[in-house]
């Protein structure tokens, strides 16, 4: 069984430039988190789906951060614009159930922004 | 605020001995831990949890030790094997279901020398 996918993989954007990030849960997985990870520390939350619902974007910078999971499957996290503290990697992570301490992760977007 | 911390940032440690990893936390009511290893160019992947309820845990090779008198979590690793190298982290959950609030602390890297 395929894990969680995302992509790409690495990206490397100009400071002010838009990005996008995307991700495929693991089949059946209702609950989708995306994480921000800087280098050395644990990941941070962002926000929380519960299918296509947000049920937790306290932690998204909304001024320049949005996500979105249309049919409660795939989800796509936005950057606009960039700015050089963004550079991160970005985890998504997904959960058959509500409890993300049963989450399984993905092998996350690397960003750098220049 | 309340955090998740490590008290090393890295551990090395000879092939075939035991690593213990420590971390300290300081929210109370936090009731479920876990831990996460996390290799280069991945996502954490669960290796271990335990509740409040109990004070230790073992697995394959690994042991949870809980001591909540002192806010006090540490994963020991027997025989350590080249494979064990990686970033570990700590998490504390509060919650439950959709409530359930996961926090990562900062990761230990730990190297394991053949």
């Known amino acids: 069984e395929a894990g969680v996918v995302q992509s790409p993989r690495y990206k490397i954007i100009e400071k002010k430039q838009p990005v996008a990030f995307w991700c495929n849960p693991i089949?059946?997985?209702?609950?989708l988190y995306w994480y921000l990870q800087n280098l050395g520390q644990g990941p941070e939350l962002l926000i929380r789906y519960e299918n296509e619902e947000a049920v937790d974007d306290s932690q998204l910078p909304k001024d320049r951060f949005s996500a979105e999971r249309l049919k409660g499957v795939d989800s796509t996290l936005k950057i606009q614009p960039a700015e050089l503290g963004d550079s991160a990697v970005y985890l998504c992570a997904s959960s058959l159930g509500k409890m993300n301490t049963e989450a399984f992760f993905g092998q996350g977007t690397r960003l750098t922004v220049v | 605020g309340e955090s998740v911390g490590l008290h090393l940032p890295t551990l090395s440690v000879q092939e075939g001995d035991n690593s213990i990893i420590n971390c300290a936390y300081s929210?109370?009511?936090?009731?479920?831990f876990i831990w996460y290893k996390q290799e280069s160019g991945k996502g954490p992947q669960f290796i271990i949890d335990?509740?409040?309820?109990?004070d230790k845990r073992q697995g394959q090779r690994v042991t949870v030790l809980l001591n909540k008198t002192v806010k006090h979590l540490s994963l020991q690793i027997a025989a350590t094997q080249p494979g064990d190298s990686a970033v570990y982290f700590c998490?504390?959950?509060?919650?439950?279901?959709?409530?359930?609030?996961?926090?990562f602390g900062k990761g230990i890297t730990l190297s394991v020398r053949p």
């Open positions: 089949s059946g997985h209702n609950t």
């Open positions: 998490a504390e959950n509060q919650g439950w279901g959709a409530n359930s609030k996961l926090t």
């Open positions: 929210n109370s009511a936090s009731d479920y």
């Open positions: 335990i509740r409040s309820n109990m």
